[in-house]
């Protein structure tokens, strides 16, 4: 029986993907490193370190440098945020977690993102979800599990009893080897190891997911 949802934050519910794309664009061009909008494609819900390795490719940093450009990547990425307001929440969003609370089944948010609270805040929901998992949470990213364990045992429920909906596929990976039911938004070329894949939120009823979970 599923007692529980861990919503990814990025993409799921809200897209700062283009902030971080924003942030990531400017600290490339800075460095001389060639980067676009294309190459972006490939940091969805990886960590912020892994994210500045795949920019940075075989480029040799110490790790004073890596530390330096990740907190400049930061500092872009948290004056973007600024500019987020309720307006910025994904179609269906606010709406499945009405719902859920109504029907008596806990939510958290199982995001990679230190900065997940703040834009939780801005969004309007932050006291809409049961517990926060975030990137101070655990110190594997995904696609380990821990991240989504860590939520699930916040809630109080065992992994079996939990659904995480995820836009990304290192984050269907970490749903899936937390042993856990996946729902994956987005193309099936990316999210299509998940259970049940959907093209959004929007228009989602907990009965919809529920449903396809049992098919
Ligand atoms: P930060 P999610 C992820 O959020 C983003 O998708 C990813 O682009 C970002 O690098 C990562 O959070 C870390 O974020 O630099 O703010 O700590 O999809 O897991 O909600
Ligand atoms: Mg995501």
Known sequence: DIRG????????????????????QKLADEEGIPFNRLANEALRGVSRRASLMLIVKD?????????????????????????ITQNDLLPGAIA???????????TAIGSASKNARTVLQRLGIADKVDAIA????????????????????QLGLEPA??????DAAA????ALAAGMWAVGLGPVERVGAAHVVLPSLAGIKWADIQAKLND
């Open 134 to 153: 975030d990137g101070y949470s655990v110190q594997k990213p995904k696609p380990a599990p821990d991240l989504f364990l860590y939520a699930a045992n």
């Open 161 to 166: 009893q939990s659904v995480v909906i995820e």
């Open 171 to 174: 984050g269907i990976e970490a």
């Open 5 to 24: 949802v861990i919503f990814d934050l990025d993409g799921v519910l809200t897209d700062t993907a283009e902030y971080h794309y924003l942030a990531w």
């Open 96 to 106: 499945l977690l009405d719902e859920l609370r109504q029907a008596g089944i806990k």
């Open 59 to 83: 480029r040799q940093y110490s790790e004073a440098q890596i530390q330096e450009m990740m907190e400049r990547k930061n500092r872009y990425y948290v004056e973007l945020l600024k500019n």
